[in-house]
């Protein structure tokens, strides 16, 4: 008699899905674990924006006594905020970059990971290296400057998180020009959301922009977040109109960047662009 071959404990599709995102992003942490100045690179730009905006808010809290405070707490806050989006939308444009740097961007895909799983590893990576990045930067404004944002409460992880998502569907859009314009498209990873930053808000109420423009910045989710942040610190209210608008512009953007960058990518693999992008 034969024995009964013993039963197979395989792991859930979820599962072996995980370990393949946790693969790629695993891959991504080894660069950084022994490369310090990997680590200073994410901190220094956060801090240092930190360090010019804190000395321009000192001054101008000392000018204007009770209104230069709130608007300097309503600069900090939008310039921290606006720190996760960059960071947000350059770690993970950046990740990318650097599949396609080292040449590895073909290899990766005669591995069992998928496209989603691909997004989903380059995500974890952002959010990692916007933590990393804007953290210090936070504490260092409350050390520095007595500002807390933190006191904002669960109120401020909604609004940092909405940024953060908003970062993820701009680089998803980087990605996909990336895929389509190679090594031309590069730039893109570092510049795009500098460029929105007329139209997000980030200093000024939106009323502020020329009447044609305002339908445009309100179709930015930054808007929202900042005329949010804006009434909770000067006026300590909820802005939930703001918050949720913020939210559903947020799903709109991953929904069609995501179909573009599906789109994209499907173009290269048949052009065979997956294994030459970077030439």
Same mark, same amino acid.
């Given at each position: 008699m034969h024995d009964r071959e013993a039963p197979r404990n395989d792991p859930s599709p979820l599962?072996?899905?995980?370990?393949?995102?946790?693969?790629?992003?695993?891959?991504?942490l080894a660069l950084y674990r022994r490369s310090?100045?990997?680590?200073?690179?994410?901190?220094?730009?956060?801090?240092?924006?930190?360090?010019?905006?804190?000395?321009?808010?000192?001054? *101008?809290? +000392? $000018?204007?006594?009770?209104?230069?405070?709130v608007a300097a707490?309503?600069?900090?806050?939008?310039?921290? %905020?606006?720190?996760?989006?960059?960071?947000?939308?350059?770690?993970?444009?950046v990740s990318f970059l650097e599949e396609i740097?080292?040449?590895?961007?073909?290899?990766?895909f005669v591995s069992p990971l998928r496209p989603g799983e691909l997004v989903a590893g380059l995500a974890t990576m952002a959010l990692?290296?916007? *933590?990393? +990045? $804007?953290?210090?930067?936070m504490l260092l404004a409350w050390f520095l400057y007595s500002f807390?944002?933190?006191? %904002?409460g669960p109120l401020m992880v909604a609004f940092f998180a909405a940024l953060i998502i908003m970062g993820w569907a701009v680089a998803l859009g980087v990605t996909s020009l990336i895929l389509r314009y190679g090594a031309g498209a590069e730039t893109l990873a570092?510049?795009?959301?500098?460029?929105?930053?007329?139209?997000?808000?980030?200093?000024?109420?939106?009323?502020?922009?020329?009447s044609?423009?305002?339908?445009?910045?309100?179709?930015?989710?930054?808007?929202?977040?900042?005329?949010?942040?804006?009434a909770a610190l000067t006026h300590g209210e909820v802005a939930w109109g703001h918050l949720g608008a913020a939210y559903l512009l947020d799903a709109v953007w991953i929904a069609a960047m995501g179909w573009v960058f599906m789109n994209q990518f499907q173009a290269a693999r048949v052009k065979g662009a997956l294994l030459n992008i970077g030439e």
């Amino acid at each position: 008699m034969h024995d009964r071959e013993a039963p197979r404990n395989d792991p859930s599709p979820l599962l072996q899905s995980a370990r393949r995102v946790w693969g790629l992003v695993y891959r991504h942490l080894a660069l950084y674990r022994r490369s310090p100045p990997r680590l200073i690179e994410l901190m220094y730009w956060p801090v240092l924006q930190m360090i010019v905006w804190g000395f321009i808010t000192a001054y *101008l809290a +000392g $000018v204007q006594n009770n209104l230069g405070s709130v608007a300097a707490g309503v600069l900090l806050g939008g310039v921290l %905020l606006w720190e996760g989006a960059l960071r947000s939308q350059m770690g993970f444009s950046v990740s990318f970059l650097e599949e396609i740097w080292s040449r590895n961007l073909g290899h990766i895909f005669v591995s069992p990971l998928r496209p989603g799983e691909l997004v989903a590893g380059l995500a974890t990576m952002a959010l990692l290296r916007t *933590l990393i +990045g $804007v953290i210090p930067a936070m504490l260092l404004a409350w050390f520095l400057y007595s500002f807390n944002i933190f006191a %904002l409460g669960p109120l401020m992880v909604a609004f940092f998180a909405a940024l953060i998502i908003m970062g993820w569907a701009v680089a998803l859009g980087v990605t996909s020009l990336i895929l389509r314009y190679g090594a031309g498209a590069e730039t893109l990873a570092w510049s795009v959301l500098f460029g929105i930053t007329p139209f997000a808000a980030v200093f000024y109420p939106v009323s502020i922009l020329p009447s044609w423009l305002q339908p445009v910045a309100l179709a930015l989710p930054a808007s929202h977040i900042f005329e949010g942040m804006r009434a909770a610190l000067t006026h300590g209210e909820v802005a939930w109109g703001h918050l949720g608008a913020a939210y559903l512009l947020d799903a709109v953007w991953i929904a069609a960047m995501g179909w573009v960058f599906m789109n994209q990518f499907q173009a290269a693999r048949v052009k065979g662009a997956l294994l030459n992008i970077g030439e």
